[in-house]
């Protein structure tokens, strides 16, 4: 049989790996087709909303729902008083502490859930939040984690025996009634004596405050109990929809083969939509009570001041090196203000997430990491946005720490990385504080990059400018940002990484239809990351049908097989191998089919793009289409059958994708205002599956590091209010701040991957926070500036130039 195509046609037609396919979700995105949890609308739907305290910290007097029940269309309204019963007034995190579902005697911060009001329709909610009459007794508030360390107040009552001793909390003894655990890695003395020696050492202080990343969809529920069939159905916004069925069974008592959790569209998540909210419970139990379906949708406000945070992390830190600038040894404390509850996502065995990846890209022989987790009257949470499992602070540490070595060095700080990066025949490389490094090539990725932006010119234009400045002829300096970070994606191997004791595998389910186009279920769900279209693609390369014949669908506990969701880039690793593995088992009996077709030894035939061709005999093949048509229509000796196939992946390792970044920026001294003239990023995620998807991910990942680092916090006052509450305090960056950003690439594909695919999503953001806020610092270094804070907005930029005296 002769091809009426060439081979090259052939891989074209399949739009697998490499190939920058467009989005096949944007067809019903743009078109206002997505079907988003709060476009669920069934019939008899009732509405909560809950009564949310106006304190940080306060003793709950009494509660008196008479006249919120006497509004027209309120039905009813819940109190810790009417779940205590059933259990349900407290909840346990995934962090090992418990949360209170309503407030229990107490609140411990500002927007607490205080009671829950279920009505016919959300305005009448509203009415009767209104008239729910809650007397408080102010308590004294405790926003300082140090602060909170020595205090007298106790905040977690709960957490303190009777006779007045400190029980030991899910990771360990507690020091202090506010204390939740001190966690460690690597060698304590070794490190100290190292520094104690130096030649030369630095130390700095710096604080990573207190973000959120705001996604555009709220956090939202809609739950529906079937009394007649006992089943519970929860659409919400669940970035992992088989551990919220799991959840919800083991604090309801409801069977899992009874509860459906489906994840609708998700408008962005970035972590925020990882943990289990109030609202979720209080839904199940208002849905039971009323016997009808109970939306709760959050709105902005409820959203930024209520929801998982991220960072609030202090950070204490020693490098030493030898007066060539190598680094020697590396110390870090960190005092990690965690809010009212431990609500962090981060996998059981790391209470302090991936943040022992802190010697980011060096090779650096002894190190020592500390963490304390603390309780302050903050809203809970902890590592949302762009997941990250604590590594955009681990790499924002090492990559200021870097910077001050370079002062104190006086060394040029891109010098001081290249001379310390591991190597790239070092990997496998295991860290000083025990991560093994997969791959890399940093020199490669790094000398790419300066030679891209022209390093070397940059510097002298800036001492030019320096000059100038000096003489009076320009009021704007130039900062020139640097950061290279190694990243830690794809949680994890079983053995190392659980939450809530679920291991931390994914899954693909491979159905191919008789006619040639598949469906592929998968344990993730995206939420704006397209992996309609790049599982797609991976399937594509692996079954040799076309990417456009194959649907993927995600997200619903009744259809896809277990798996633990889409955070922390884990997608890609974790379900992007799964599908590859699964593919590999569709291929490996396709091939058994196509040896029978063609009346030859399974050995005899191999695979080619999109068929088994006979080895040496090119003419005589069988496509992927024809295999599929003969596992339904032929009766084959020995083989079942139909096509289909399921892998559950428990990775070996995680993934280390890297990158280099460079941003270019000028700072007008007398405003403070920054003007962003070059961004340079460069990635290496391992084999690249989308290109264009990968640059749809650096852009969205750097926008919001940009954020972060040049204004965005969640700033609170001394009293717990919440300052930054609504989007006219809270920075959300629009086209207007966006530069342009030029993205690059290296290709180190990961060993242990099928397709050597490596995270990125959570990338941009991990190296993009240390670039923005490098530039920033170096545009002053030559001033004398060392270290400030983020995030560096224009008031904080401008006090840095007074504090300099570039305003004398
Ligand atoms: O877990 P999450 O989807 O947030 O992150 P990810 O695994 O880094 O993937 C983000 C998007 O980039 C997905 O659509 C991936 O398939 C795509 N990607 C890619 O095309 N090539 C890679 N090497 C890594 C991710």
Known sequence: MKDEITREERVDNLKGMGCSRKRVEDARFTQGKGNYVDDIKLDGMLFGDFVRSPYAHARIKSIDTTAALEVPGVLAVLTAADLEPLGLHWMPTLAGDKQMVLADGKVLFQGQEVAYVVAEDRYAAADGIELVEVEYEELPVIVNPFESLKSDVVLREDLVAEDGSIPDGAHGPRKHPNHIFTWDAGDKDPTEEVIANAEVVAEETMYYHRTHPCPLETCGCVASMDKVNGKLTLW????????????????????????????????????????????????????????????????????????????????????????????????????????????????????????????????????????????????????????????TEAVYFIERMIEVLAIELNMDAAELRRINFIKKEQFPYTAALGWEYDSGDYHTAWDKALKTVDYDGLRTEQAQRVEDFKAGKTRKLMGIGLSFFTEIVGAGPVKNCDILGLGMFDSCEIRIHPTGSAIARLGTISQGQGHATTFAQILASEIGLPADSITIEEGDTDTAPYGLGTYGSRSTPVAGAATAMAGRKIRAKAQMIAAYLLEVHDN???????????????????????????????????????????????????????GAYVCVMDIDVDTGVTEIRRFYALDDCGTRINPMIIEGQVHGGLTEALAVALGQEIAYDDMGNVKTGTLMDFFLPTAWEVPNYETDFTVTPSPHHPIGAKGVGESPHVGGVPCFSNAVQDAFRPFGNRHTNMPHDHWRIWRTANELGLHD
């Open 604 to 658: 005899d035939v191999e695979f080619d793009v999109d068929r088994f061709v006979v080895k040496g005999a090119p003419e005589k093949f069988k496509t992927m289409k024809e295999i599929a048509f003969a596992a339904y229509n032929q009766a084959i000796p020995g083989i079942e059958p139909g096509l289909e196939a399921v892998s559950y992946y428990d990775p070996p390792n995680m993934t280390y994708p890297f």
């Open 236 to 391: 919400g916004t669940f970035q992992a929809p088989h551990a919220i069925r799991t959840v919800v069974s083991l604090i309801s008592g409801i069977e899992e083969h009874n509860i459906r959790v489906i994840s609708p569209d998700i408008g962005g998540g970035f972590g925020n939509k990882v943990g289990a909210y109030p609202g979720y419970v209080c839904s199940v139990v208002a849905s039971i009570v009323t016997g009808k379906p109970v939306k709760w949708i959050e709105d902005r406000m409820d959203n930024l001041m209520t929801t998982a945070f991220a960072r609030d992390y202090h950070m204490t830190g020693k490098i030493s090196a030898t007066k060539e600038g190598k680094i020697t040894g590396l110390h870090c404390h960190v005092t990690a203000d965690h809010g009212g509850f431990d609500a962090c996502a981060d996998p059981t065995k790391f209470p302090a997430g991936f943040m022992n990846i802190c010697t980011g890209s060096y090779d650096i022989p002894t190190a020592y990491l500390e963490v304390e987790g603390v309780y302050t009257n903050k809203a809970p949470g902890g590592v949302s946005y762009r997941c990250s499992f604590r590594v």
